[in-house]
């Protein structure tokens, strides 16, 4: 038997292997296998068994590493169709849909053979003495031993080996994740037999001895010598007792022997017997053993009795307990709770939406005919707050009766705490939830939860989409318009909405996009009845019981309340009013808010109301220059401005995390006029402070907020109306539900508008839109203010008419004219080196290259622009050049041929910066 095998590297083909004999009946598809690969050896994945090959001579597998696959049948055909959509490896392509840390990399194994073997060099000398003493070693424990650091170990190694004093074996690295153990503790005697044992509990005591041989005497007062022997101890000992008041010795008349006698009742002992042995912390963890009947986690044990291993470990050898192992699941949401809800009837509009998709599930019922069926392809184009995450909801419910899994999908990890409260308050104890954020634990436990079919509901961002659920029926993506959604770098190249199409197609399942903004192409697709768009065109304010709930914990009167409860409310988007910021410093006014601005912070701030500013760029200022000579504070390594940051006085990079402290003086012409320009969340707060010092801010952005918990503790202080102002970038834009704030203020509307990326208005009026969809979501309505230095761009008066409509028919005209998605593809070629003119040298030899295979394909549809610097030229001292293909399917030019390896190939990409 053979294999056909996927290893864990750059290489555009998988491998043909042989099944040794002893492994033939444990072999499986899917299976995470260890195989030799060139002079190394590597990590594998199993695609496909074959009695046959046409390879002459092949490699056996050397071992099975999970016995059980860490893929399915369903995520071998993914990752072969991604490999063939994005022109990436299969293996780079399957591992993306593992969980980090299950593979590390490979190591060395290094054995001493010759043991009287000497050298002249020192560090092959410290290595020959380190070996003997210690017999073999990895090249990760050598690393770390004390007598080799600092020094390069690796030559001697190979110099050793080559004269066979040494044996250098190449091995893999175990898994940096493993399940999680814990220690148990379990009663092993009945909870009725506790007081029979309870005098031979603790350490050994005479005196205790001593009573316990007088509780069971026939008589009350035997001898002393009686006592003696009964307890085995001394008659010096019996006297000594005596002065613990708890018996008493007697010297009868003629002659006759001492007696002794309890001084307590014989049924009152116990509890002196406890203290004497000192007992009483065993009494203490069998009682609480008692109270359970399943094996408990010892440090409970610990926790609720104050006890050590010592005192478990002793309870053990009198088998009065049993200790043991047990498998424990690293889950982020173990310790949240999650009050359950109902669903709220549904408006007429989502009714009608949720009738077409809910027809379509229940029509493709898993293992039923779908033939003459539409796709199960979706968008569901609603404004904000519309009322698109009950029709989701009521989709994963509908697919979880099926008994199929559901895959809910965020753009950004700040959305999760808010999304997952919703979802798993829906569907308590069936949810898990996948980020990049978790612990390398708590994402392996995730997958293998979920490769056991424990879990049927996976919340995340990207990544999630790769959760592997028995049977996935059903993919949502929420804001599917967001660029976070494609995976641009590492390779694989992806975009999790194909994929996902991709999923539900051979699943025989249903994706539903979801947004306020639809990415252009799908709602071009849409109108080309490629998938079916389902549209909620009117804002939600709430039912009757949410907006009774919302007065009562406001202390607000809305105008006007639904007759019945089952009634929704509607109300109307924010008005937009569109500030001139050209207008304003002709007025003289030079702060960062507009005076339109300035009077509804004040308005809103008097009636105790909430509001937002948004500005996409975090820190104080956005560059530092010199007034006189015009030198501007640049990355060394990206050249590129660097931002000030108020917390520790620095200037920052953004994209490659480069840190300075700010220039007093100019380092060109030594002038102290140093000048700090542009704006960032920081100075946005700081203007804040200046201008209402008595407003409670929350500052939230990358700088603030940089892991899941704190993104939603600061979403709920700002919800609990701990603050009355939330300052924040792109993160504040998206899908949060904050029905008390009545003003959104965009600061500046012009960034990110003039790049030069053909997708630059499209983002731009997405991200307007999105974050005017924050405001008048509640009781109070609102408003928005959109301050911009472009008041008549086509984008920005069409994001303060919430108007898609127009927009998307003056951008896809632009988009025909010019020849740009959807109406031709894209493909870049990124060459990166650190030498600018190798970089520049590797994109034009490409472009020769690609020009004669245009030519000898006669693809004459197909045009290539460039080569050319990025607009990013250089990144971490990398510089960047590129080539974009532009055709019908510019994918066709590179296939059939070994792509180099220096050429970073992105099909479809988000952005060509």
Sequence with gaps: MYAEIAVNAAVNQSFDYAIPPELETRIQVGQLVQVPFGTAVQHGIILELRDHTK?????????????????????????????????????????????????????????????????????????????????????????????????????????????????????????????????????????????????????????????????????????????????????????????????????????????????????????????????????????????????????????????????????????????????????????????????????????????????????????????????????????????????????????????????????????????????????????????????????????RRAREGLIQVVVGARSALFTPLPDVGLVILDEEHDPSYKQSDPMPHYHAREVAEQMMRHNNGTLILGSATPDLETVYRAGRRELRALVLPTRIMGHRVRILEQ?????????????????????????????????????????????????????????????????????????????????????????????????GESLRCHRCGFQAKPPVVCPECNSRRIKYFGAGTQQVEDAMHEMFPKARTLRWDADTASDPESHELFLQRFVDGKADVLIGTQMVAKGLDLPLVTLVGVVSADMGLNIPDFRSSEHSFQLLTQVAGRAGRGLLGGKVILQTYQPKHYAIQMAAEHDFANFYDTEIGYRRELGYPPFRRLARILFRDESESRARSDAESAANTIRARLAKLSLTATDIIGPAPCFFNRVNKVYRWHIILRGPDPSAVLRGWDIPRNWHVDLDPVDVL
Excluded at 107 to 133: F, G
Excluded at 198 to 208: I, N
Excluded at 582 to 595: A, M, P
């Design 55 to 447: 390879i002459a001579e092949t490699k056996p597998i050397t071992a099975i590493l999970d016995p059980m696959p860490v893929v399915n049948p369903s995520q071998i055909t993914l990752a072969r169709w991604m490999s063939d959509h994005s022109l990436a490896p299969i293996g780079l392509c399957l591992w993306v849909m593992l969980p980090t840390g299950l593979t590390n990399g490979r190591d060395i194994r290094v054995t001493l053979i010759d043991d009287q073997a000497t050298s002249k060099d020192t560090v092959e000398q410290k290595l020959l003495d380190l070996l003997r003493r210690r017999g073999s070693m990895t090249g990760k424990q050598l690393e770390i031993a004390k007598v080799l650091q600092g020094q390069n170990w690796r030559p001697a190694v190979d110099a050793l080996a080559k004269e066979g004093i040494l044996d250098s074996e190449r091995i893999l690295k175990p898994p940096r994740v493993k399940p999680r153990t814990i220690q148990t503790a379990l009663l092993a005697i009945h909870p009725n037999q506790i007081p029979n044992v309870m005098r031979h509990l603790g350490r050994e005591s005479k005196q205790a001895d001593i009573l316990e041989a007088l509780a069971v005497m026939p008589v009350d007062e035997p001898f002393m010598y009686q006592v003696a022997e009964a307890a085995d101890t001394s008659e010096a000992t019996i006297k000594k007792f005596e002065s613990s008041g708890l018996i008493r010795i007697d010297k009868p008349e003629k002659k006759l022997p001492a007696t002794v006698a309890l001084t307590i009742p014989r049924d009152g002992i116990m509890p002196e017997l406890i203290k004497l042995r000192k007992s009483e912390t065993e009494l203490h963890i069998l009682r609480v053993l008692a109270r359970q009947s399943e094996p408990i986690e010892v440090q409970w044990v610990y926790a609720q009795t104050g006890a050590k291993l010592a005192d478990l470990k002793k309870l053990e050898e009198d088998e009065l307990i049993i200790l043991g192992e047990k498998q424990t699941w690293r889950d982020s949401l173990a310790d949240k709770d999650f009050v359950p809800n109902v669903a709220p009837p549904l408006t007429p509009e989502q009714a009608e939406a949720w009738k077409v998709i809910e027809t379509h599930i229940k029509g493709w019922g898993w293992g039923q005919a779908v033939d003459n069926r539409p796709p199960g392809l979706f968008l569901l184009h609603g404004v904000t707050g519309s009322g698109k995450t009950e029709i989701y909801l009521r989709a994963i419910e509908l697919t979880i009766q099926q008994g199929r899994g559901a895959i809910y999908l965020v753009p950004e990890i700040a959305l999760t705490a808010q999304t997952i409260r919703r979802v798993a308050a829906r569907f308590p104890g069936q949810v898990a939830i996948v980020h990049s954020k978790l612990t390398e634990g708590e994402r392996y436990d995730t997958w």
């Design 551 to 647: 007065s009562e914990r406001t202390g607000v009167n809305a105008r006007y309340y639904p007759a019945r409860a089952a009634d929704a409310m509607t109300i109307d988007l924010p008005p937009v009013e569109i500030v001139d910021m050209r207008e304003e410093l002709h007025d003289g006014n030079i702060s960062i808010f507009s005076y339109a601005l300035q009077n509804a912070l004040t308005d809103t701030l008097k009636r105790k109301e909430q509001a937002i500013l948004f500005i996409n760029r975090r820190g104080e200022s956005t560059y530092v220059f010199c007034r006189d000579c015009g030198y501007v504070a640049m990355c060394p390594r990206c050249d590129s401005p660097l931002t000030f940051h108020r917390e």
